[in-house]
């Protein structure tokens, strides 16, 4: 099936610095989608990308679907202690099934 | 507001134990799925389901069963616990044709 690398692992910002996690894959993508899962929480849907090129944003957080689509990125402007959590880029298969990333754990510290 | 519900949140099993883990969702979607996230991997893929008594692997099957006798519920077997199966189980479902998924809070499992 298809396999999403995500980078980094980790990140630690200071609140107010800015943050972006990426998204890669050797193949083309239908979509993309990305999610937020709090410490101690389940993951949350944020978005879905499909368009070549798509960008779409909300609030602090744009979202870019790469031309090529076979990359997305996710950044936050300015972040805050409420952004902290792991992000993960995910995408459907022919049935519906999502492949994930391996997410992305944001610190802020304060 | 789409609710699903995982019978536990905190589950201990000794190895070798059969053991069931329980999700229901009450909007009325056609697909569910379960996953196992551990730390570093993201989340797997187990099983999934796009209707009743109808049942997919996924990336990771190996050691696992389900099944789906209601629309609202899908189960997750481990027919024999293992320590490796230790892990965070989660249970998300969507509607037919659409991708996005909404999960259930989880299942902390630990196997001794």
């Known amino acids: 099936g298809q396999q999403v690398m995500q980078i980094p692992q980790y990140q630690h910002v200071q609140e107010g610095e800015d943050f972006t996690t990426y998204c890669n894959s050797s193949t083309t993508l239908s979509n993309i989608q990305w999610y937020k899962q709090r410490p101690g929480g389940h993951p949350v849907f944020l978005i879905q990308l499909v368009k070549s090129g798509e960008v779409k944003k909300q609030k602090r957080l744009t979202f870019q679907f790469g031309e090529a689509k076979k990359n997305s990125s996710l950044h936050i402007t300015a972040t805050q202690t409420t952004d902290v959590g792991t992000y993960f880029c995910g995408t459907s298969g022919s049935a519906r099934q999502l492949t994930f990333g391996s997410g992305t754990q944001l610190t802020v510290l304060p | 507001d789409v609710k699903v519900t995982q019978s536990s949140r905190y589950l201990v099993k000794r190895t070798g134990e059969k053991v069931f883990l329980e999700c229901v969702q009450d909007?009325?979607?056609?697909?569910m799925f379960w996953y196992r996230q551990d730390p570093g991997l993201g989340l797997r893929l187990i099983y999934f389901?796009?209707?009743?008594?109808?049942?997919e692997k996924g990336d990771i099957p190996e050691g696992y069963s389900v099944s789906r006798e209601k629309k609202e519920r899908f189960s997750l077997i481990l027919e024999s616990a293992s320590t490796n199966q230790t892990s965070m189980y989660l249970c998300?479902?969507?509607?037919?044709?659409?991708?996005?998924?909404?999960f259930g809070p989880g299942t902390r499992l630990t196997v001794l």
């Open positions: 998300a479902s969507s509607l037919l044709n659409t991708d996005t998924q909404y």
């Open positions: 389901s796009y209707d009743v008594k109808m049942k």
């Open positions: 909007m009325d979607h056609e697909n």
